[in-house]
């Protein structure tokens, strides 16, 4: 690219140059600050937040918010719970989607047009709310932890992303493997998946994120014993569960905040933490989705 | 086929048998996921007749007896309803308006920067609040704009004097608070799809470009923006084609009595007369879910169709 360096000159334009940063960097204010603020509010101390003196940094630091959630057990149970969730909702999630998307990706295979119909179909009408509910009521779900696992086990977005990365694969490779005299479960087991890994990622992450995250289903499903954190989170936060001495007036108000932003923090850490690292493939999974099945 | 017929040759299977031959085992495969896809979907799916039949408790989904129409002409004549009709094509057009081309000038702008480490620190921190709960986004709000310690309302009355307000209890502010959380959970998210588009585009415009004397604002005008104009239009397609589909969950958890003369979308009355009313009114939510519903489905098929029509991209 000789060329570019000839007219680079041309192109440097002082003002559009600052206006493009200024604005980036407002953006990554924007995406942070907020963060900072809860991290500030969750270490600090009551007398202090009672004062406003609290912005973005801890002021007077204390960890008095997390002792009192870590004393807390409806917190941990919460915790557990999601976790619970979010790994056998993961792994549910990934082999019947496995089992489904390697034949639905067989375009030679009789009725695999009517059933990706079917899938499509499936994205843009659906049972509404009320219908849902009757249907894991009156299968006897209610109030286990199974409403909350098997009803989302296959998203049809991811499976299609899961359909169309199986198409990409050569057929060379699995006539190859016919002719060594594989099945087909042994072409997808020995075969397929260990050069799936990237895709299974990569749905595997949006499902577990679904499921971290996931608290409307635990309302009209399920009771309190079983209740996920991000639930708990709402609950604490509109007042319906108080936390330890929370909720009371005057300094023990202070702590409630203290103690709300703790667990917005801990609630949500594992996303945070991960994230920064798993990025790449989140971004694959959107690209590869919106490119049309 | 006689077996006598064939004595001495080779007998081939039939064209039937040698496919169920070949393919029984991707049926095999399937068969779970299946059923259960069957299950989970459809099932939920035809139990929208509820809405022309009469719920009695603890006798299954589906309802006792018929009554046709009759709850779709309850619901028409209710003002409940036609309030939350209104309130969600208000909010969702306010919400396409503002938001739509966000993360289209995200993009272009992004484009700009050409550091690329404090692109990529851009991108993670821009991507990060999609995946963060709505819940986790609401808490947030909520303390920051409380009334008693949140830092919004301390800065407005250290600075200005003003009195703090409870913007999360206040009609009035309901609106924007929707739209800024959209905005910031999901514009750098949603100006992927723009900045691939516009990493796609051809270098050797560019080249031109620059060689006839343009400066970096006139190829943005000129060559970017007019070759992701494609892209552009399906997407804008999509989202007048999903108007009526906001974010449930983040307004149930905004919702509150104060602010429910803006706040009370089709899908929050839905909830609140199916789990909330003494009465468990499931037949006549039943009925709203699908009518809005079908709606959506037109408007997605619509959009569909105009895109195909237009840009000759049709997305499903």
Redesign the interface.
Known sequence: MNSKRVYRIKDRSPIFTVIVYTVMFFVLLVCTLPFLYIIAMSFSSSDAILKGKVSLFPVDFSVEAYRQIFAYPHFFRAYKNTILYTVCGTAISLVLMVLFAYPLSKTRLKGQKFVMKLVVFSMFFSGGMIPNYLLISSLGLTGTVFAMILPFAINQFNLIILVNFFKSIPEELEEAARIDGLNYFGILIQILLPLSTAALATIGLYTAVFFWNDWFYGLIYLNSELFPVMLLLRNIVNGTTMVGEAGGVGDKASVAIAVKSAVILTSTLPIILLYPFLQKYFVKGMLVGAVKG | MKPNKNKGRIVLPSARRR?INN?W???A??L???L?????????????I?AFRRYKPLT??FGVSWVGFRYFNMFLKDEGFIRAFKNTLTLSSMNLIINFPIPII?AL??N??HNLK?KK?????????R??????V???L???L?P??G?LN?LLQDTFGLQPIYYMNEPDYFRSLYIITDM?QY???SA??YL?AITGINAELF?AA??D?A???QQILYVTIPTIMPTVMVMFILKVGHLLSLGF?KV??MYTPANSTVSDII?TY??RM??QSSANQ?SY??AI??F???I??IL??GANYLSRRLTG????
């Open positions: 496919y393919y085992q991707l049926y495969m399937m779970v996921p299946l259960y896809f069957l299950l989970f979907k459809y099932v939920p799916m035809f139990g929208n509820l299954g989904p995200f702008l992004l700009e920067v404090f620190l851009i991108q993670t921190f821009s991507y990060m609040p995946f963060i709960s709505t819940v986790v609401i808490s947030i909520t303390e920051l409380s008693s310690s830092v301390r910031w514009t750098g998210w992927i799809v691939a080249e620059r060689i004397g400066n970096r604002r969950e149930l958890l899908d839905v909830y199916g789990f499931y939510a039943t879910g699908l809005s519903g079908i959506g489905l997605v098929s991209e049709s997305v499903y």
